[in-house]
């Protein structure tokens, strides 16, 4: 446990450091922060925090940088902060789906650079998984002799078309009734109850096997869509880092483009707002940091969004954008 005036010294110290990319001398502190005390103080309680590793001394500067440790620290002290304060939330995502009449790709796509614009890094959005959805209409389309059409509607408003092949060619209201039995079957679905409803509404093979391919249409499509990543402002990660780091974004982009980034922002919750440090995403990371938060479509519906950027971010800035959305 750090003393007050060496928790002042250290959110000085990383704030200057986030501000001017450089490392922080006592005399600057002091000109700056109109500290009260003498710059042997000053260098003495830097000396304590660099004991405690939460401050390093760079080998062509006589000032300090923040540590991994030392940002972490700030960073807790920050989010205890943030917890007690009642912010009014936005709903920014649900006028999205409105302006791109409820397509989810480029509504996501499109949060994705506003976010990156207000936060002024790369962000990511994750695709919601509509599993937790709940579907309210099924509706089957013939396009031609061998192809159908089939419209999903979820409560949410979002809308998918997913294409079927088909040997057999079913009539309009053949389509109908199917769509309607498996509406009415789908949010209750259980394949020993299903199977035995199946049987009951048809005995025709070709009805049955029709009804087996939408229901394995609809669950590889939810399967592939689930975790479907949207970025914003892919270059600001470059932008952000200097000579020193910018090594770190080859590893970060490979690190996105791969399956890890996904479950590392499944693990990110048990509360509004998480961060991981460097180190703390992965062991062949540094310089890295990634903040995020949920966004809701609905009350049941939500995905995450993530804020990428240096070690050295405006985390106040950026926790404080994440902690208004809903």
Do not use: C
Not at 253 to 282: A, C, F, T
Not at 300 to 314: D, Q, S
């Amino acid at each position: 446990m750090i003393t007050h005036r060496q928790l002042s010294i250290l959110n000085a110290i990383v704030e200057d450091y986030v501000h001017t990319d450089q490392p922080v001398g006592s005399k600057s502190l002091i000109e700056r922060h109109n500290l009260n005390v003498s710059p042997a103080t000053i260098r003495n309680e830097m000396k304590q925090l660099e004991s405690l590793n939460l401050i390093e001394k760079t080998h062509t500067s006589s000032g300090r940088s923040p540590s991994e440790l030392g940002f972490r620290y700030y960073v807790d002290q920050l989010l205890d902060q943030t917890s007690h304060q009642q912010q009014q939330k936005i709903q920014r995502i649900r006028e999205i789906l409105i302006e791109h009449q409820y397509n989810i790709s480029t509504a996501l796509d499109a949060f994705a650079n506003e976010l990156s614009i207000a936060s002024q890094y790369t962000t990511l959005v994750m695709r919601p998984n509509h599993k937790q959805d709940i579907i309210s209409n099924i509706h089957l389309v013939r396009a031609n002799d061998y192809l159908v059409v089939m419209v999903v509607v979820f409560t949410s408003g979002h809308v998918e078309h997913l294409h079927l092949a088909t040997q057999s060619r079913l009539d309009n209201d053949e389509l109908n009734k199917i769509s309607n039995f498996v509406t009415a079957k789908y949010n209750e679905l259980s394949t020993y109850h299903f199977e035995n409803d199946l049987n009951s509404f048809t005995q025709s093979v070709n009805e049955r096997k029709f009804i087996r391919d939408m229901l394995e249409t609809l669950q590889l499509h939810f399967d592939n869509q689930s975790n479907g990543i949207f970025m914003g402002g892919k270059v600001k990660l470059i932008d952000a880092l200097n000579e020193t780091n910018v090594s770190s974004i080859q590893p970060i982009l490979q690190y996105i483009e791969s399956n890890k980034i996904n479950d590392l922002l499944n693990e990110m919750s048990g509360s509004s707002i998480n961060v991981k440090i460097g180190h703390e995403i992965d062991e062949s990371l540094s310089d890295i940091s990634i903040v995020s938060s949920d966004y809701h479509i609905d009350d049941r519906l939500k995905g995450k969004i993530a804020v990428i950027g240096p070690t050295a971010m405006n985390y106040q800035n950026v926790i404080h954008l994440l902690n208004k959305i809903w």
